[in-house]
């Protein structure tokens, strides 16, 4: 069964960081494309980042560019996603994904 398992969302301020994991099993990771993508509140769902199998190539959506940053082990089967400088917009339900296959999320909240 193909599981993708979110964490380390949380709630911080303005300009803080974090750090999501996704935890991947059931398909191999290795040579799968994956992405972010999120959803903030009464918002349709919005492309966030996506990586190569590889790790090599990676590419941003414009608001996350420069803030955001996407990368994958795939000898733990994981794939991160470091936020820095989160702003209030950034607030939403972060899931990775792959194909038809999403995880459950993991909630992101910036606010003073």
Known sequence: EVQLVE???????PGGSLRLSCAASGFTFSTTYMSWAR????????????????GTSYSYAAPVKGRFTISRDNAKNTLYLQMDRLKPEDTGLYYCE????RGQGTQVTVSS
């Not at 964490?7 to 301020?13: D, K, N, Y």
């Not at 959803?39 to 590889?54: D, F, L, N, R």
């Open 7 to 13: 964490s380390g969302g949380g709630m911080v301020q």
């Open 98 to 101: 792959t194909g038809n296959v």
């Open 39 to 54: 959803q903030a509140p009464g918002k349709g769902p919005e492309w966030v980042s996506s990586i190569h199998a590889s």
